[in-house]
């Protein structure tokens, strides 16, 4: 079965800090997408940032960038210069088989402390 | 350009009530996903529509739920009859497949149920 886990249910980042959120997931599949998607108090899910698996180098939205090693099918989150706006839930999504639908990851609370 | 639309965004019922929760789709996006919210179980795809056909009902809790897409700019999720367990965060989200597309789901702002 494809999956996504999110192994770390909350963590706190003071602001202007770095913070990591972790990811794996478990495919057979050699071409796909990955997703980190925030969902702030307001409940809409937005996305943050894609990678594409076939590329090498890893996406960067501005602060915020993935570290994807394919190897070991893990696809961590870094946010840099954590402002107290990032204060969301942060999913991590797959879409299995190419189906267009996308598994997501239990999720990560993070809080940005003042 | 407006995103995906659901209504309403809070419902409350008593259990036993039926239960609608709408969707609009982007213009031009040609698959739409249901997906349920609660801390127990997180994020569930409940069922997904390509070109207004349903694909993949899997995720379809049980025969109480239903959902139906007539048009492409219009997606419904019925239950009939609600259980207090029903009660989550119903969101809708639709996408554009295709040879160019990234696999971005576009959500709406979620549908709060509580049934009483």
């Known amino acids: 079965a494809q999956t996504v886990t999110q192994s770390q249910p909350e963590m706190s980042v003071q602001e202007a800090e770095t913070v990591t959120l972790s990811c794996t997931y478990d495919t057979s599949e050699n071409n796909y997408y990955l997703f980190w998607y925030k969902q702030p108090p307001s409940r809409q899910m937005i996305l943050v940032i894609r990678?594409?698996?076939?590329?090498?180098q890893n996406a960067t939205e501005n602060r915020f960038s993935v570290n994807f090693q394919k190897a070991a099918k893990s696809f961590s989150l870094k946010i840099s210069d954590s402002q107290l706006g990032d204060t969301a839930m942060y999913f991590c999504?797959?879409?299995?088989?190419?189906?267009?639908?996308?598994?997501f990851g239990q999720g990560t609370t993070l809080q940005v402390k003042p | 350009d407006a995103g995906v639309i659901q209504s309403p965004r809070h419902e409350v019922t008593e259990m036993g009530q039926e239960v609608t929760l709408r969707c609009k789709p982007i213009?031009?996006?040609?698959?739409l996903f249901w997906y349920r919210q609660t801390m127990m179980r997180g994020l569930e795809l409940l069922i997904y529509?390509?070109?207004?056909?349903?694909?993949?009902d899997s995720g379809m809790p049980e025969d109480r739920f239903s959902a139906k897409m007539p048009n492409a700019s219009f997606s419904t999720l019925k239950i009939q009859p609600s259980e207090p367990r029903d009660s989550a965060v119903y969101f809708c989200a639709s996408s554009h497949q295709g040879a160019l597309s990234h696999g971005e789901l576009f959500f709406g702002e979620g549908s709060r149920l509580t049934v009483l």
């Open positions: 529509f390509n070109n207004n056909v349903p694909i993949d």
């Open positions: 213009s031009g996006h040609n698959s």
């Open positions: 999504a797959f879409p299995p088989g190419n189906t267009g639908k996308l598994i």
């Open positions: 990678q594409e698996a076939y590329k090498q």
